[in-house]
């Protein structure tokens, strides 16, 4: 898990738990720079622990449960370790659109996208159908959106630490650099005017918006958008959960099956 208040947006973050930090240490995208624990780990623990340290050559640092704590700032859950690790695959969208080039720019890119989504479950659901999708980056607005969390982390059975994430402040202004680099937006709706997503083709750039679970989509982003589709639905269900509705898309729009 991860501290309380890390800078949103930041690829450096501080997670905790005995699951977190393990698989921070055997994930090749993640720059641990700093293990710490209690004194009274398992011993099981203690073992497992120290082999994956020194795999990094890394030293973990015993501390006392006072200091972990200042760390963690969630006592109760941090399972007596942490670790502050850097996110290699936090990326800037400009850069990222950049990179698309040769072979990469002749390949269909996808990218999902989240719009006021705030559930922290929810998130981490959406990063781990993005990643087995195959999708190539998620951009994530820093404003209106949790930043990476211990329950992120958790919801996506630690995938977020393989994903490109593509921060922006606000999400129109993400999604309009991306769309001057020839990205399609084509934002998840109920209203009846979308395409039902089985009749729809992914375009060569396409980046996929997913609404917040209460309102949808925001009007500053239907104004962007170039495309819309929805997710034909039986009328006795009022609507999707937003996890469950990207990870539809995300499959459909799969680059795998190009």
């Not at 072979?103 to 559930?119: H, M, Q, Y």
Request: aromatic share 4%; charged share 20%.
């Amino acid at each position: 898990m991860t501290n309380t208040n890390p800078a949103k947006g930041t690829p450096a973050i501080t997670v905790y738990g005995r699951r977190a930090v393990l698989e921070a240490l055997a994930t090749d995208t993640v720059e641990v720079q700093r293990i710490a624990h209690e004194p009274n780990l398992l011993p099981s623990f203690r073992k497992e622990l120290r082999a994956a340290a020194r795999a990094r050559n890394i030293i973990p640092e015993e501390l006392s449960r006072d200091e972990l704590s200042n760390i963690t700032a969630d006592p109760r859950n941090d399972q007596g370790v942490a670790a502050r690790i850097i996110l290699k695959l936090v990326q800037d969208p400009d850069a990222f659109a950049q990179s698309l080039t040769g072979r990469r720019a002749a390949s269909p890119t996808r990218i999902l996208a989240l719009d006021a989504v705030t559930n922290p479950q929810n998130i981490g659901m959406i990063v781990r159908s993005v990643l087995a999708s195959g999708f190539h980056a998620m951009l994530w607005p820093t404003a209106g959106s949790p930043w990476v969390s211990g329950l992120i982390i958790k919801a996506s059975a630690a995938t977020v630490y393989k994903t490109t994430i593509l921060p922006c402040r606000y999400l129109t202004d993400g999604l309009i650099d991306l769309q001057r680099r020839g990205f399609a937006l084509i934002g998840l709706d109920a209203a009846p005017h979308a395409t039902p997503l089985n009749q729809h083709t992914p375009p060569h750039r396409a980046l996929y918006i997913v609404g917040s679970e209460t309102h949808g989509l925001s009007a500053s982003t239907r104004e962007l958008l170039d495309d819309s589709v929805r997710i034909p639905i039986a009328p006795e269900v009022e609507s999707l959960n937003a996890a469950v509705a990207a990870s539809l898309v995300c499959f459909h729009a799969s680059p795998l099956s190009d």
